[in-house]
Structure formats: structure tokens, C-alpha cells
């Protein structure tokens, strides 16, 4: 079974900490991705790597980053927590490459709170 | 611009009803729609998925109707169980590459004893 493990299962940080968020997968998948899931507002993507040091902005960067150093890794990097940045965040990994096979794999979530 | 549109936004029903969830798409160059199940406290996980050269897809009790023409398609879930109370994401992408999903927002059903 694919696994996709994220780091934290919860967070709290302070207001202007800069916070790490990391994901792993064990599949060799390609694409790696994160959301952040907010009531009402369904799973929004932040950025997505298809590949080592390659990286690509989903729908809502500002205020993120991320690194993809490893194949499997791929961590979300909050620069300056605030706190609409409160959220549960997803990171999820698909095969990829020429293929293209898309199912989406997630890992179970960080609630981070920043107060 | 919401690229993928659920309704309703919640849903109650009781046990032995059928569910009925529905999407709505704009991008045309979309070919591959998932739909995900999320239970309380777990990341998403793919429950089915259609391409569009079928009208429907059926898996057990789980079953996709696509509509090119409307730019629709719909989960239909019969006999709902309370182990199916959950919430419902519908997706979409155009395969490739470097594809990424477009997700819904994701409706809550509550399927009553």
C-alpha cells in the first residue's frame, strides 16, 4: 500500500514563527502536493513538485513555500505563521511521469493553529 | 473561477435511500473525474473515478454517471449504510504529466439508522 506520512498530527505555533510541514512517500510516486482543507471551502491547492527541485504554485501561494530536495519529501514552509494560515494541511503524492496515472494518495493531515 | 462545482452542500439520508451527490465542470480539456471520501480525522482517499468515454461507472453499491454534453457527473450511492456518512469530494483533471486535481468543496452526508 502506498503510504503518505506527514510529520505532525497537530501543530500550534506562534504568529510570525516560520513554520516546516513535512511529507514523505514511499511509492517512488512522481507528484507530490499540498492542500489546506477549510470548512466550506473543500481542499485548495497550495503548490505541487513533479519532480526533484522542480515546483509549481497551485491556486493559493502567497504566504508558502516549498522544498523538494528528495524524491519522497516534499515539505510546505509557512515563512511568517499567521493566523489565517490556521488549517488542517494535506499533502498527497501520485504517480505521475508519462503516464499521468492521477489517483491522489493522502496522508492524514496536520491541524496546525497559530496563535 | 470554481472549476468544479457540488451540490448540495450537505446531505441527510436514511438508511437503505439512495444518495445522490453532483458535479458540475467547466474546463473541457477535464478527462479524468475521481470522486475522494474523507472520514473525520483521515486524509481523502479515491472511492471511484470515470473517464469520459463511459456513461457510467459502477463499483458495488458506488456508481458514476458522467453527461459530456452537460459537463456533469453524479455519485450515486444506494442502499446508504451509516458507515457511509462522510464527507464526498468530486475532482477533476486533464491527464498528463504533470496533472494536478481540481477538487470540489465537498459535501457532508449523515445517513440515519
Known amino acids: 500500500d502506498v503510504k503518505v506520512t506527514q510529520s505532525s498530527r497537530y501543530l500550534v505555533k506562534r504568529t510570525g514563527e516560520k513554520v516546516f510541514l513535512e511529507c514523505v512517500q514511499d511509492?517512488?510516486?512522481?507528484?507530490m502536493f499540498w492542500y489546506r482543507q477549510d470548512p466550506g471551502l473543500g481542499l485548495r491547492l497550495i503548490y505541487f513538485?513533479?519532480?526533484?527541485?522542480?515546483?509549481e504554485k497551485g491556486d493559493i501561494p502567497e504566504g508558502y513555500s516549498v522544498s523538494r530536495e528528495k524524491k519522497e519529501r516534499f515539505s510546505l514552509i509557512l515563512e511568517s505563521a499567521s493566523t489565517n494560515q490556521t488549517s488542517m494541511y494535506l499533502c498527497?503524492?501520485?504517480?505521475?511521469?508519462?503516464?499521468?496515472?492521477?489517483?491522489?494518495?493522502f496522508g492524514q493531515g496536520t491541524r496546525l493553529t497559530v496563535v | 473561477q470554481q472549476q468544479v462545482k457540488q451540490s448540495p452542500q450537505s446531505l441527510i439520508v436514511q438508511k437503505g435511500g439512495i444518495s445522490i451527490i453532483n458535479c458540475a465542470y467547466e474546463?473541457?480539456?477535464?478527462?479524468?473525474f475521481p470522486w475522494y471520501q474523507q472520514f473525520p480525522g483521515k486524509g481523502p482517499a479515491l472511492l471511484i473515478a470515470i473517464r469520459p468515454d463511459v456513461s457510467e461507472k459502477k463499483e458495488g453499491r458506488f456508481t458514476i454517471s458522467f453527461n459530456k454534453s452537460a459537463k456533469q457527473f453524479s455519485l450515486h450511492i444506494m442502499d446508504s449504510q451509516p458507515g457511509d456518512s462522510a464527507t464526498y469530494f468530486c475532482a477533476a483533471t486533464e491527464t498528463g504529466a504533470n496533472s494536478k486535481l481540481t477538487f470540489g468543496k465537498g459535501i457532508t452526508l449523515s445517513v440515519r439508522p
Open positions: 511509492m517512488d510516486h512522481e507528484n
Open positions: 513538485s513533479y519532480d526533484v527541485k522542480m515546483k
Open positions: 498527497a503524492s501520485s504517480l505521475g511521469g508519462a503516464v499521468g496515472d492521477t489517483e491522489a494518495f
Open positions: 474546463n473541457t480539456a477535464f478527462d479524468y
